[in-house]
């Protein structure tokens, strides 16, 4: 398919009768990159969802442009205090400036859904091309183990592999990632079994090419599309996940900025401040939401 | 007298968010009561979007301007309720795939009489009756076993014959039927569009045949209008048109298409027989696939040839025949269950995947549907270089000069070396296909329906191509095809199979000229023929 050369928006739709009229204001095209921006304003839902993620990665690479309070050592004359222009989502019992602790924290969740997202997909996806291009007796065993990993609810899994590996963000990530092979290993073999079926996988295999080496060079690529869209929709997912087991106390130990510890903690001076929970909670949705919004924009 | 369709300069125009494209420009054609005018163009050309047009189901997403009469009414005009009487009793539509347009969950007999009772009152006994008539001047056998069937279970030609019988169940004025027999073998097509024709003269009906194979076109309409980029470039009485076509797009398309008169490629060296060794050997292969219900389904039964060194053999037969099978042998992507195939006096067929990978390296296949053949994430560039180096070629600089020598042999340009092949046109695409196989510089070539999946303007230049390959390299082709006229152009010889035997095989001429066996016999006539219409001059051969 050629790409055309100018960017057309629709702006205004107005119907005559049967027959629709459309304005277009268009521009030429100069990069892809302009492209996407400019894809962005025809979805406000996706531009928001891309602003929010920006934000956040900003957070996790340089969270101390974003705040000059530090989100360790708080100052115990400002303890509780409710959210102001000083401290935009208030402080804790200690005196440390709650935006603080999550953007420091952001760090720390950031790396984790990536370390689990990542474990996930590179397992999952190498057996699901095993299971995809073997034979039926592979491909059984393999699918019956991804079968028995998906009945167990995913917080369960990742509370007993917790508890196998020991505490910390990271062993919390691994435990979030085992968790998901399942699903990555299924849809990842549902791919391969349809690229695998193809003409020119055969042509492949006609030109004396190996087994292995045309599923590295031919099918995998082909396959990966499906696999990275469910990675970016997994995203908000595990974000959520490792909140939740930082919340039950898996994850760093204090005083560590995690956001499901930030908001676990809260719990308990939740009386005297409704900020401690309700502004990290809705940080952790926003983030959630717009990493689905971007996975299902990707799958498009 | 007023004729029943009249389009006066229709222009239809598809919106998408990036771009408009033009689909019909300036489009005005007369249909008269009871007349056959077929619409002949390429892929492309707007045909289909013609008929969407007349009717009324084009997407929102479109601006039509012109006007379509139907009986002096114009079409563009009518409100939703107009058109759901327009619909069916005065236009009728039979589209392409019969699968697609029957709903597969519900019995034939309760489609068929459904539309029975849709506009007439009668009772279900009555409409029965109705039925069972209809599908017996379909010329369908069994008529009331069939109305308790499901689509799936029956075959493609006789679904369109069912959908012609609903469709005219409601006595349309007009028929539009587009590519009605495209998918469908020869032998059966000749059925359905002698069915499509019995119907017609006893309703009296028009109908505009949108096809675009000429010779279809040729056999079953009077008038003839040929359609290039969303234009007319001319219309006239068929056989009017075929014999002096004006204009350079008509007269290049008639010259293009592979007909019974067409000259033929063939290579120019006496052939004399060398019985020592045979190229390719295939004897006694038979095999089966584990069948739906109980019995394996024997796709080839006792199937053996030979092909010899820089010859070309046919391979003739129609779905179902074990064609298919036999090419996948060949190439050794299937095993026979008994029987054995030698290539250069080496059985290849009982090897492993290692072991038989020189051989298999020698016979390269180039497939129907070009798109489908090509990774479409790799460039050409890096699908030939994958090629030459599966070949052996350690050098990555030699492989650039022989990348550049395979893409002028192919008559394409350099500039397709960094396009990716869903960039290409199908022509393009085909060329590159051959590319590769040309790559591993193969002693034989199996080409499966190489030209099928082409328009006619590119099917010409293929087989112009293919046949300069074979004669530069003293190629040996298994060549398949269901397309009589394209074996007679390129193949020494022939050999039709059916139902996985082979029926007869010999000299093409011979064989064509003189067909033995009836099935062959059938073949040879079920070939539409349209010199019989016209007198093609020499210049046009």
Request: net charge neutral.
């Amino acid at each position: 398919m050629k790409q055309p050369d100018t960017i057309a928006i629709p702006l205004k739709v107005q119907r005559v009768g049967q027959r629709t009229k459309t304005a277009t204001l268009s521009f030429p095209r100069h990069s892809r990159i302009l492209d996407a921006f400019v894809g962005n304003f025809r979805q406000p839902s996706l531009a928001i969802a891309v602003a929010v993620l920006l934000l956040v990665l900003g957070w996790a690479i340089k969270p101390s442009l974003f705040t000059r309070f530090d989100p360790i050592q708080g100052d115990a004359a400002e303890r509780l205090a409710a959210p102001s222009a000083r401290h935009l989502f208030g402080t804790d019992q200690l005196g440390r400036d709650v935006l603080s602790r999550m953007i420091y924290g952001a760090g720390e969740s950031v790396r984790a859904a990536l370390l689990a997202i990542a474990i996930a997909l590179v397992v999952g996806s190498l057996l699901g091309l095993i299971a995809g291009l073997s034979g039926s007796v592979v491909d059984s065993i393999i699918m019956r183990v991804v079968d028995i990993l998906l009945s167990i609810p995913a917080l369960l899994l990742s509370i007993v592999v917790v508890t196998a590996l020991g505490f910390g963000t990271t062993k919390v990530a691994i435990a979030v990632g085992i968790s998901g092979i399942g699903e990555f290993a299924r849809v990842m073999r549902s791919s391969v079994l349809s690229i695998a079926s193809r003409k020119y996988i055969e042509s492949s295999y006609g030109l004396g090419l190996g087994h292995a080496h045309v599923a590295f060079t031919h099918v995998l690529p082909n396959a990966l599309s499906a696999v990275l869209a469910l990675a970016s929709i997994s995203f908000g997912n595990v974000i959520l996940q490792i909140a939740s087991l930082s919340f039950l106390g898996y994850g760093n130990p204090l005083p560590a900025p995690e956001w499901g510890s930030i908001i676990a903690d809260g719990r308990n001076y939740l009386v005297s401040g409704w900020w401690l929970i309700v502004l990290p909670g809705l940080v952790v949705i926003a983030v959630v939401l717009s990493a689905n919004r971007l996975g299902h924009a990707w799958n498009d | 007298m007023t004729a029943l369709l009249q389009i006066e300069n229709l222009h239809l125009t598809y919106h998408d968010s990036q771009q408009s494209v033009e689909a019909l420009q300036g489009i005005s054609l007369d249909v008269q009561q009871g007349q056959t005018v077929s619409v002949v163009g390429e892929s492309g050309s707007g045909k289909s979007s013609l008929a969407h047009v007349i009717l009324r189901t084009l997407p929102d997403a479109t601006t039509v301007s012109g006007t379509v009469l139907f009986q002096g009414r114009n079409v563009l005009d009518f409100k939703p309720k107009e058109i759901t009487s327009y619909l069916g009793s005065d236009v009728g539509y039979i589209p392409q795939d019969p699968a697609v347009a029957l709903n597969p969950v519900r019995k034939i007999g309760a489609q068929l009489i459904g539309v029975l009772r849709l506009r007439n009152r009668i009772t279900k006994a009555q409409a029965k009756q109705q039925a069972i008539q209809l599908l017996t001047d379909a010329g369908l056998p069994h008529a009331e076993t069939l109305l308790e069937k499901y689509p799936h279970q029956l075959s493609g030609g006789m679904l369109q014959r069912v959908l012609i019988a609903i469709v005219m169940a409601l006595h349309p004025k007009l028929l539009i039927a587009d590519e009605p027999t495209s998918a469908l073998d020869v032998t059966v097509q000749r059925v359905v569009l002698d069915c499509l024709d019995r119907f017609i003269r006893k309703t009296g009906s028009a109908m505009l045949l949108i096809t675009h194979d000429l010779a279809v076109a040729a056999e079953r309409s009077s008038r003839m209008v040929i359609m290039h980029h969303g234009t007319i470039v001319e219309q006239g009485e068929t056989s009017a048109l075929l014999n002096n076509p004006q204009d350079e797009y008509s007269k290049r398309l008639i010259r293009a298409v592979p007909s019974m008169d067409s000259e033929r490629l063939l290579s120019s060296d006496p052939y004399v027989p060398d019985d020592e060794e045979a190229l390719l050997e295939v004897k006694h292969v038979r095999k089966a696939f584990p069948g739906n219900h109980s019995a394996p389904h024997v796709a080839l039964d006792d199937v053996s040839f030979n092909i010899p060194d820089g010859r070309v053999l046919a391979l003739v037969g129609e779905s179902g025949s074990g064609k298919t099978t036999t090419a996948r042998i060949v190439v050794g992507t299937e095993k026979p269950d008994s029987g054995y195939v030698q290539f250069k006096n080496t059985k290849y067929a009982g090897l492993n995947n290692r072991d038989s990978r020189p051989i298999r390296r020698k016979i390269q296949m180039v497939y129907q549907n070009p798109y489908a053949s090509l990774d479409p994430r790799y460039s050409v560039q890096r699908l030939l270089d994958e090629a030459l180096t599966a070949s052996g070629n350690k050098d990555s600089a030699t492989r650039r000069a022989q990348i550049r020598d395979l893409i002028a042999d192919v008559s394409l340009p350099n500039t397709v070396l960094d396009q990716k092949p869903g960039d290409l046109s199908g022509g393009q695409c085909q060329r590159v296909a051959i590319a590769r196989a040309l790559a591993m510089k193969p002693d034989l070539m199996v080409l499966d329906e190489p030209t099928s999946a082409l328009d006619v303007s590119v099917q010409n230049d293929i087989l112009h191509l293919l046949h300069k390959v074979q004669v530069e390299h003293d190629m040996a082709y298994l060549l398949i095809s269901h397309n009589l006229a394209v074996v007679r152009m390129l193949a020494d010889e022939v050999i039709i199979i059916h139902d996985g035997l082979i029926v007869e095989q010999g000299e093409t001429d011979q064989v064509l000229a003189n067909p033995q066996h009836p099935y062959t016999q059938q073949l040879v006539s079920s070939i539409p023929r349209w010199h019989r219409h016209v007198n093609v001059p020499s210049s046009l051969t």
